[in-house]
């Protein structure tokens, strides 16, 4: 049983979250709840395997083995009830890294992208980047819960989109797609025979409903990647790993022949066991942490009702990440981001990066010890003392 009311200091460990207390000019102090990297400490037998591999004094070039790869379909079979054949994957570096190459290779230069906003933010940078347009499939928003606007969608692929991004369960907005959801997906993107990339990697954080993985959707096998990884689920995303699954050996060949041809050579050694060990010995730490996070989901549920009550907190069913509405400020979302790590000494993600429709949101990360988390809290609440009440 892992302890994860435990507050682990980051502080000095070259985390990305904890280190943006200087970015905002503060020492020491400022409490993270911003990019999505937890507080639980690993799995222990995941850094045990990396310390056993460190026996070795060598770290080369290395290439995954027959049972990392056998690990990853394991898991996805026990967990997802899904078997993907291993011939299927591809263990790479990380997963916007490998976005941005596969829609680079598969999708023609200045043909249009679609995603569903609020959304991931590095998605936008990734189709940008790699030549495409991007076309914001703002997503419908009624009593905190959001949906896909089917019609918005299929009227971006009749206008000649050539892909799709999904984000399954979803960051910012946490929805859990359901697989009727996901079959409406699948069924347009057949019709218009366009390119659908998957991102799973917070497939194991479905909180309130089981995830459904796209992988199930053999119809759409031959225009689909799935991308996954250890780096949500086991809090490995200092790993920089993925894992790829594309069941079209066409596609497969001509993806991995074109990282190949960029001397890509994956992530660093220790990843493959780590990964090997994440999903071999993963099953009772993972579904801790999962039940923490949700109990964390509802002490935030809770707080606010009573203590901040203008806050609208969207319905959540997955991920560790909240999304806050926090309109009631009157301020944007940029000077309400700047004011709670400044004044109050908490950092939140700025709504308005994640989609227009994003503004006057805030992206909570809950992954964290509930001391933390609580503390945290208190000192949103004083600035909606000061502004709202
Ligand atoms: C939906 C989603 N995809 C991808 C990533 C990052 O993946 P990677 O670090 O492997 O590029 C994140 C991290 O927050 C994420 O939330």
Avoid at 65 to 79: H, I, L, M, S
Avoid at 83 to 94: H, L, P
Avoid at 147 to 171: Q, S, Y
Avoid at 333 to 360: F, N
Wanted: glycine share 8%.
């Amino acid at each position: 049983m892992c302890d994860f009311d435990k507050v682990i200091e980051r502080r000095g460990t070259s985390s990305i979250k904890w280190n943006v207390q200087y970015s905002f000019g503060q020492k020491d102090g400022l409490l993270p709840f911003w990019i999505a990297d937890t507080d639980f400490a690993s799995e222990p037998k995941i850094l045990e395997a990396m310390k056993n591999r460190l026996e070795h004094p060598i770290i080369g070039y290395g290439e995954p083995w027959d049972n990392v790869y056998k690990a990853v379909q394991g898991w996805w079979e026990r967990r997802h009830g899904w078997k993907a054949d291993t011939d299927w994957m591809y263990i790479g570096s990380g997963v916007v890294t490998a976005l941005y190459f596969n829609l680079k290779l598969l999708v023609p230069e200045g043909e249009r992208v679609v995603v569903f906003t609020p959304v991931y933010d590095p998605f936008f940078a990734v189709i940008k980047n790699s030549g495409h347009e991007l076309a914001e499939c703002p997503m419908d928003h009624e009593d905190n819960y959001y949906t896909i606007n089917l019609e918005r969608f299929e009227d971006e692929l009749k206008v000649g989109a050539k892909a799709v991004i999904m984000c399954n369960p979803h960051n910012p907005v946490g929805r859990v797609w359901m697989e009727e959801e996901l079959g409406e997906i699948v069924n347009l993107c057949r019709k218009y025979d366009v390119y659908l990339f998957s991102d799973e990697v917070h497939a194991d954080y479905g909180l309130t409903r089981k995830y459904t993985t796209l992988g199930r959707f053999t119809e759409i096998h031959d225009k689909l990647i799935i991308y996954t990884a250890i780096s949500k689920s086991f809090n490995m995303a200092g790993m920089v790993s993925s894992c790829l699954i594309i069941p079209d050996s066409g596609m497969k060949k001509r993806i991995v022949e074109d990282f190949a041809s960029r001397w890509m050579f994956g992530p660093c050694d220790l990843a493959f066991n780590a990964i090997e060990a994440a999903y071999t010995y993963g099953d009772t730490w993972m579904d801790e942490a999962a039940a923490y996070t949700a109990s964390n989901v509802e002490f935030v549920q809770s707080f606010v009702k009573e203590r901040m009550q203008k806050v609208q907190v969207t319905k959540h069913e997955g991920t560790f990440l909240m999304w806050l509405d926090m309109g009631c400020y009157g301020l944007p979302s940029s000077k309400i981001t700047e004011m709670l790590a400044k004044e109050y000494g908490v950092a939140l993600g700025d709504g308005s990066h994640y989609g227009a429709c994003g503004e006057g949101f805030m992206r909570f990360n809950v992954g964290c010890a509930r001391q933390t988390l609580e503390q945290g809290l208190k000192q949103m609440e004083k600035m909606y003392e000061k502004y709202v009440r």
